[in-house]
């Protein structure tokens, strides 16, 4: 008990001093409290525990996340507003309307195949792993950023009113 509590105070003592709490040598990157080869073999060491005992890290995950539901839900939902932000922050506001709020926006296949699409990658078909695949494949030309009622109005009348607006006022 005693040579535990000696580790953690010399532990304590060597980031106090800006030096590796591990090993007490070398000097951490500004931001982490561990150096960069200590770093790399904790993590080595640690994926090498949750290959060995998989199940037994899942039985631990499962059991935290059922015990923090309400935190497990404000990371997604976290998680979820930044992806939105990223994909939205590319596209831009409603290509019809102009609406910027991110609440409204939704994203859009300009050829209308969507359905086809969601067929062919059941795993992306919505939410973060839609806009995962978006991030990845370097955000595709062929969608568009349109916000709700222009795109339901797409998919209804096959136009938006806000076009037919545009095309009376025009002439």
Request: hydrophobic share 25%; aromatic share 10%; net charge positive.
């Amino acid at each position: 008990m005693e040579k535990n509590q000696a580790k953690r105070a010399k532990r304590k003592e060597a980031r106090e001093k800006g030096l590796c709490g591990i090993c007490c040598i070398r000097p951490t990157a500004p931001d982490r409290k561990t150096c960069a080869h200590c770093l790399k073999k904790h993590r080595r060491n640690a994926r090498s525990y949750r290959e060995k005992h998989w199940d037994h890290v899942l039985h631990i995950n499962y059991s935290w996340k059922r015990k923090n539901k309400d935190r497990v839900a404000a990371i997604a939902r976290r998680c979820y507003a930044k992806l939105r932000t990223r994909i939205f922050d590319h596209y831009g506001p409603c290509v019809c309307c102009g609406e910027k709020r991110t609440e409204f926006l939704t994203i859009d296949h300009i050829e209308n195949n969507g359905g086809l699409w969601r067929k062919a990658n059941p795993k992306h078909a919505n939410g973060n792993r839609f806009y995962l695949w978006i991030i990845r494949n370097g955000y595709p030309e062929d969608l568009q950023s349109l916000c709700w009622n222009c795109n339901q109005a797409k998919q209804i009348y096959g136009f938006c009113p806000h076009q037919k607006e545009a095309t009376c006022q025009s002439t």
